[in-house]
């Protein structure tokens, strides 16, 4: 099954019989059987039929939506959050202290400990960057970790170490374009742009597996509460930044499968054009269904069910580690 996406503007989806097509004006642009989609993301002025989204509601498929940009709005998914027990073991989980930092605390430890693990795997040769001296920053910095009494303290670690390693990441690009550093809200340079809409797609894939689990999807340990935050998703994102995302725009950037002709400018903002959206999309649909080595959709939905157990059974919850798997041919 395939992951559609949809951004052709002005054009429609339509349910015909038990195939999903994508039309505009008296053109079919896309033909496809309902059982071969698993998920669905629509960008901008696309128009969504009753009859399709029914359709798609009915087989399990949901359909997200996002602005022509790609900022994440929301979507449309079938009633499968029937799991209360689950619920109440997660508010329980989260009213106790102690163990929601403990849970908040691991979660830091991890997304660090892939950091560090990019940085040690990467070739560095000649490139005359003392990538020890930065990692064992880091260490020093994870060494403070447990003492920590805040989800703000802990976030701080989490900052601090995240500074660090986007620095180091800014070297290993050997391509068209420069980082340096992260920005966002709008991104002000091409890498920037492919990890902002990277980090969108990681999030929808995330909530998705969350969702058919049913979890409160408002309810996290690390990021906490916020009116209208998805902050759960927040929380199982950060093991996955460095493996999905992190990874994916160093390969596609550094093999020139994306260059500075996907890209438009237009009023100092800067943006991936049609082609570039798409050759961005085709590409991290491969990397997400494991046609180069790990098949990250299945493996979110692995963490999902990991976390749920490790909620039912009140024990400590094990994230997804990237030195755990043979990923080093990628880096």
Not at 22 to 43: D, H, Q, S, Y
Not at 278 to 289: A, H, I, L
Request: positive net charge.
């Amino acid at each position: 099954m395939s992951v559609l996406y949809i951004k052709e503007q002005g054009s429609c989806i339509q349910k015909k019989s038990e195939r999903i097509a994508v039309t505009k004006g008296t053109r079919t642009l896309l033909e496809i059987p309902v059982a071969n989609v698993e998920n669905m993301a629509v960008f901008g002025n696309v128009q969504v039929t009753t009859q399709a989204l029914h359709k798609m509601l009915e087989q399990g498929i949901n359909v997200n939506f996002f602005s022509f940009s790609g900022k994440y709005l929301g979507q449309a998914a079938s009633d499968s959050s029937k799991n209360i027990f689950l619920r109440f073991a997660q508010y329980e989980l989260y009213n106790q202290l102690s163990k929601r930092l403990e849970t908040a605390k691991c979660i830091v430890e991890n997304k660090v400990r892939n950091q560090i693990f990019m940085i040690r795997q990467h070739r560095w040769g000649d490139s005359g960057y003392d990538w020890k001296r930065d990692v064992e920053q880091m260490e020093r910095l994870l060494e403070s970790l447990p003492r920590k009494e805040t989800s703000n303290e802990i976030l701080g670690v989490e900052g601090m170490c995240s500074n660090i390693y986007f620095g180091a990441y800014g070297k290993m690009f050997h391509c068209d374009f420069q980082f340096r550093g992260r920005n966002r809200r709008p991104p002000r340079d091409p890498i920037n742009v492919l990890i902002s809409l990277g980090y969108t797609f990681l999030t929808k894939e995330v909530s998705s597996a969350l969702d058919a689990e049913s979890f409160e999807m408002y309810l996290g340990f690390l990021h906490g509460i916020r009116y209208g935050r998805k902050s759960l998703p927040l929380d199982i994102v950060e093991e996955f930044r460095q493996p999905v995302v992190d990874r994916f725009v160093l390969n596609v950037c550094n093999k020139r499968m994306i260059n500075q002709f996907d890209f438009d400018t237009e009023d100092d903002r800067i943006t991936l054009n049609e082609d570039g959206f798409r050759k961005f999309c085709c590409e991290f649909e491969e990397w997400m269904t494991g046609s180069r080595g790990i098949h990250y959709r299945n493996q979110m939905k692995k963490q999902a069910a990991i976390l749920k157990k490790a909620i039912l059974r009140k024990v400590p919850y094990i994230p997804f580690h990237l030195e755990d798997e043979d990923v080093c041919g990628e880096l």
